[in-house]
Every structure is written in structure tokens, then in C-alpha cells.
């Protein structure tokens, strides 16, 4: 069988495997990134609004201080701590960086990188490019990584992790285009694979987003933390039909841009009267979603976000996608007309559990950055802290694997996992089954349905039990066609990570009776005490089920003071 080795491999090459694979590179291990799509294709790239960092450059009285309490702030306070300390402290080091790197912003009137306001932080913090940061984010580093002599495997889906004992060891899986088979061997192994949206109905995300990452680390024996919070973005196109849940940027509420109920009521007054529309996600996403359910919504159960009142032109050069999407899409210009929108599944705050420092989950050998790690962005993330935590953990975790391969001896593949790998694949290929596509699509409807913004203890039950059974129907499915490109062979297989980690979120979310950031339970409306410091662990018990156990959040002393501050100045 195919068969490359290198000191460390990094699967995923959005901006947190790209970071983690040049960081890998500089420090002199052979890395080689592995990612299912092409490369430069990676979801990153369709990030819009911009990257959070206190430069202080249009706001001199922004610092790392204030981003550490806008993020606990959305987070409602259980985040790690640590993370989110580094992540404040060296997001403005890693953006400098990329600019030095060839990276193009826009910029302020003396030639500084421009910043604009984002839901829930107090200063206007994020660097951007018109609505298109993501695309500028994936070229620096893509070039960066090229130049620097990463090798590249694109279109080569990870199917499994292989071990040597308790570590990691390599990894197996499939060319998308042939089928055919491939291992590699590696000293260690970084997931930096995204998230989980496609397990939802309405979604902002790309077809990657299938929890692979969480999935395979869960089952080589790393902990997931967090699963319970999964963020709804409030703005996600309604209509037309074919496009919903497509991300309408924050950024156009960054910019100015006013939300209004179906009787033209600006109704973040009642919800955030101090924020508005520039409120943490969770809260503009519940806000809008009960404007609807309670009869005030637009023709297509979503509400109007409008930036008519702003001269088009400035319109067109800050969101310029957003003109076309809206144009080009749903026939709607939106220099003269409102949008229609509402909450889409945007983002997995829950992830493989890291030491903040290094990303190394708790297998040796296995590393986890960006969106499929957990623990920065605690019960809800704030907009922009995801592309500032790719550049801030993608470096840390590549700096990390490194290390950890300088002192590893070589590894050793067993046999015998590399043909289970091949017996799991080909076996989809085999006898009578059910339509992948047909599975998936109930998936997303229990998830949609049932662990959506509001839960409640007999919704998440039903979902638990339709879970159970959706996995054994899934463990006999069968795709039409072969091996040569087919994108059903490949959903049998994602299928399976996807039920993993529905499972995870729907255990966690029957387990924490309260409600807090993206997570609101219908009967239990308030913060309890006990889950304000405790986050939820998932993790495979010895009898191979998932066990599911608070843990203390992980707290800093020296950060206390911060913290309170922001605390009493919230409750004031
Ligand atoms: C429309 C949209 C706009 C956004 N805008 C912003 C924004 O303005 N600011 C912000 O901070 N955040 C934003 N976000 C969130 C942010 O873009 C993502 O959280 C972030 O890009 C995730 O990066 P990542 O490196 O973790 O993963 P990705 O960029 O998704 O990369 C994942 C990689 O893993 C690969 N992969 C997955 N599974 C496998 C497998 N089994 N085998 C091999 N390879 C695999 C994929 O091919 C891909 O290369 C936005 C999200 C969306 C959907």
C-alpha cells in the first residue's frame, strides 16, 4: 500500500493546519498537511469579517486586557482561562506577522490596518478585508506554507488514526478521486479538521464540516469539551430556498446595520438595549429567533437586517460579497433594500480538549488546533476570535508537535489496523444497504429539530433515542457506484463521525440543566452556580460508551482581578 512517513502530519489545511504546519516546518521537522479538499479551499476561506486583535489602531485604548474579558464576557466564563489569555496576549504578534508574510488589509487614513466593531467586544478590533479576510488569511499562509517546503496531499480524506500502543502513530485513509488507499506514518499527528456543522439542516458551513476531527480524536482516546455549545450565527439567509443558512457576515452589523421585527420594530432594544445589534451571537440569535416564533418575522420566518440607510458605495467596498451574494442569489440589492434573515449553525465551540500551551490532547503523540479543539471560546464564541485562534494555537500546536517528534522514536504501523481501515471502506461497498444521503438527512433534521437554540429535556431524549437508532441503521448503508469518485462512498464514512459527535452534544446538552451562551434549555431558563464553573467532558469509557462528566474550569489566579472587574461592571 501507498505508504509516507514524516515527523509530523497535520490533517487539515485550513488556517489553523496551515499555521501548525509551517510552524512544524521552521523548527525543522519533516511535515507534510493532508486535507480532504484542495488546498486553498479549506472552509477558512469563506471567513468574511475579519481576524480580533488589540492593535488599538482606530481605538488607541483597545489592549490584550480588554479582548480577555470580551472573550470570557461571550464565553460566559467558561473558557480556559489560559487559552484565552495567550490568545489575547499574541493575537496582535500573529496578525503583524501575517501582514509580513505578504497578507493585504484593508487600510485606516495614515496607512495602518484598518479595524471594525464586531458583536461583543468593546473596541473596534478586527482586521479585515472588505468581507473577504478569509480568502487573504488561506493565500498568505498557503504561499507561506509552499515556499517554506511542506509537502501536500489534497483531496486525501483521513479515515483513521493508527496506534502504537497508547500513541498515535499514523494515520489511514482515501484518495477522493482514485479510492485508493493510502497510510501515512508520523512521529506525531495534528487534527486541525474544522467543524461539525453539516450534522444540522440549516448551516453555514461547507461540506467538509462532517466533526471528522473530533471523531477521530474521541476515538484514539482524546476528551472532548464543551460539545453542548453549538453556536447559531443570527444571520443566515431565509430565502431563496436553495441558499438557506448561507452566513450573512456580522460584519454588516459591524458596519452599521439595523435589525428590524416583520412591524419594522428595531428589536434588540428589548433583548440588548446596551449593545443592540452588536450583541453576543447567542443573544441576537435567541432574540430573533423568538421574534419569529411569536408572529413578528418576515414572509420567510426570518426578520430584516438593513443597511440601506448607508451611502451604496461605502456599502459595496466594505461588503462587497454580501452585495453580490443578496444580488446574485435572491434578486435583492442591498443598498436599497433590507435582507431577510435568520440563525444558521455556524460554529462548534466544543472540541478535542488541549493543554492551552502546546495543543497536545491526552494521547501522546496527537495534537488538536482551530476549530476542532476545545476550550478558548468556552459557552459561546465571539466573531473574529476564530481566525485569531487559528494564527495564535495553529503556531503553538505546530511548535508543540515539533517538539514532541524531536524526542520520538519512529514509529511502528500495525498491520492489522491499516486492514480494518480497508475492511470498514470496502465494506459500504458491499451487498444490499440504505442511501447514505437519506440517513444524513434524518440526522439533520433531529439535530435541526430537536438540539436547535432552545432544548428541552423530552426533545433531547427523542433526539437520543433517534441517535441510537440512526447508528445501527448506519452501520448498514450502501452507496450507488464505486470507489472512483463518489461522494456517497465517502458520506458513509462521514456519517459515522457525524452520529459521534451528535451523540456528544446531545448527551452534554441533556446533562447541563441551565441555560448559558449558545446553550438554552426551555426548562431551565437561569445560570445554575454549579455549571457556571464546570465545563463537560466527553470521553470513551473502558466499556467503549461515551461517559460524560463535569470538569472544574481551568482558571488562572494572577487573571481573578480581570475577570471580577468584568463581572461587576456586567452586572452593574
Ligand atoms: C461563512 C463563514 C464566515 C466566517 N467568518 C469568520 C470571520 O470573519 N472571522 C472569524 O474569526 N471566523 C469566521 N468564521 C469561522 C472560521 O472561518 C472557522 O472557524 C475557521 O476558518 C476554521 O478553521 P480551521 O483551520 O479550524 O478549519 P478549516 O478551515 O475548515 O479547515 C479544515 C481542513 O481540514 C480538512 N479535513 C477535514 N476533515 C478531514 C479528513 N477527514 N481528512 C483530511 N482532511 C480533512 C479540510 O479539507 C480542510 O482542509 C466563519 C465561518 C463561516 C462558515
Not at 138 to 146: A, S
Not at 264 to 287: I, N, Q
Request: with cysteine; aromatic share 8%; hydrophobic share 40%.
Amino acid at each position: 500500500m501507498e505508504t509516507h512517513e514524516y515527523d509530523v502530519i497535520v490533517i487539515g489545511a485550513g488556517g489553523a493546519g496551515l499555521r501548525a504546519a509551517i510552524e512544524a516546518s521552521v523548527l525543522g521537522a519533516r511535515t507534510a498537511l493532508v486535507c480532504k479538499s484542495l488546498l486553498g479551499k479549506a472552509h477558512t476561506v469563506m471567513a468574511e469579517g475579519g481576524i480580533a486583535a488589540s492593535l488599538g489602531n482606530v481605538d488607541a485604548d483597545d489592549n490584550w486586557r480588554t479582548h480577555f474579558q470580551d472573550t470570557l464576557f461571550g464565553g460566559k466564563y467558561l473558557n480556559n482561562w489560559r487559552m484565552a489569555e495567550l490568545h489575547a496576549k499574541e493575537a496582535p504578534d500573529r496578525v503583524r506577522e501575517l501582514e509580513h508574510w505578504g497578507g493585504v488589509f484593508d487600510r485606516t487614513p495614515d496607512g495602518r490596518m484598518s479595524q471594525r466593531a464586531f458583536g461583543g467586544h468593546t473596541y473596534r478590533r478586527l482586521v479585515h478585508i472588505g468581507d473577504r479576510t478569509g480568502l487573504e488569511l488561506i493565500r498568505t499562509l498557503q504561499d507561506k506554507g509552499v515556499h517554506q517546503g511542506i509537502d501536500v496531499f489534497m483531496e486525501c480524506t483521513v479515515t483513521r488514526l493508527l496506534k502504537d500502543g497508547d500513541r498515535v502513530c499514523g494515520a489511514f485513509g482515501y484518495w477522493r478521486s482514485t479510492g485508493d488507499f493510502v497510510v501515512f506514518r508520523a512521529k506525531a499527528l495534528v487534527l486541525a479538521t474544522g467543524g461539525i456543522g453539516k450534522s444540522y439542516r440549516i448551516t453555514s458551513n461547507s461540506w467538509e464540516y462532517t466533526a471528522d476531527g473530533h471523531a477521530l480524536g474521541y476515538e484514539a482516546g482524546a476528551q472532548l469539551v464543551d460539545m453542548e455549545f453549538v453556536q447559531f450565527h443570527p444571520t443566515g439567509m431565509v430565502w431563496p430556498p436553495g441558499v438557506v443558512g448561507l452566513l450573512v457576515t456580522e460584519a454588516v452589523r459591524g458596519e452599521g446595520g439595523i435589525l428590524r421585527n416583520g412591524e419594522g420594530e428595531r428589536f434588540m432594544e428589548r433583548f440588548d438595549p446596551k449593545r443592540m445589534e452588536l450583541s453576543t451571537r447567542d443573544v441576537v440569535s435567541r432574540a430573533i429567533y423568538t421574534e419569529v416564533q411569536e408572529g413578528r418575522g418576515s414572509p420567510h420566518g426570518g426578520v430584516y437586517l438593513d443597511v440601506s440607510h448607508l451611502p451604496a458605495s461605502f456599502v459595496k467596498r466594505k461588503l462587497p460579497s454580501m452585495y453580490d451574494q443578496f444580488l446574485g442569489l435572491a434578486g435583492v440589492d442591498i443598498t436599497r433594500e433590507p435582507m431577510e434573515i435568520g440563525p444558521t449553525c455556524h460554529y462548534a465551540m466544543g472540541g478535542i480538549k488541549v493543554d492551552a500551551e502546546t495543543g497536545a490532547s491526552r494521547v501522546p503523540g496527537l495534537f488538536a488546533t482551530g476549530e476542532c479543539s476545545g476550550g478558548m471560546h468556552g459557552a459561546n464564541r465571539l466573531g473574529g476570535n476564530s481566525l485569531s485562534d487559528l494564527l495564535v494555537f495553529g503556531k503553538r500546536t505546530g511548535e508543540g508537535a515539533a517538539e514532541y517528534a524531536t524526542h520520538a522514536s519512529t514509529p511502528v504501523v500495525d498491520e492489522a489496523q491499516v486492514a480494518a481501515g480497508e475492511v470498514e471502506m470496502l465494506g459500504y461497498l458491499d451487498g444490499e444497504g440504505e442511501d447514505p444521503y437519506a440517513l444524513h438527512a434524518e440526522l439533520q433534521d433531529t439535530m435541526q429539530d430537536d438540539v436547535d437554540i432552545f432544548r428541552e429535556r423530552a426533545q433531547l431524549e427523542r433526539a437520543l433515542a433517534k441517535l441510537d437508532e440512526l447508528q445501527s441503521r448506519a452501520a448498514n448503508l450502501r452507496p450507488t457506484g464505486g470507489r472512483v469518485f463518489n461522494p456517497g462512498w465517502h458520506l458513509c464514512r462521514d456519517l459515522q463521525n457525524m452520529l459521534v459527535c451528535a451523540q456528544a452534544v446531545t448527551r452534554a446538552a441533556l446533562q447541563r440543566e441551565e441555560s448559558r451562551g449558545a446553550h438554552s434549555r426551555l426548562d431551565f431558563p437561569e445560570y445554575d452556580d454549579f455549571w457556571g464553573e464546570h465545563n463537560l467532558v466527553v470521553e470513551r469509557g473502558p466499556d467503549g460508551g461515551m461517559r460524560v462528566e463535569p470538569a472544574p474550569v481551568v482558571k488562572v489566579a494572577e487573571l481573578e482581578t480581570l475577570v471580577l472587574e468584568r463581572m461587576a461592571v456586567e452586572l452593574a
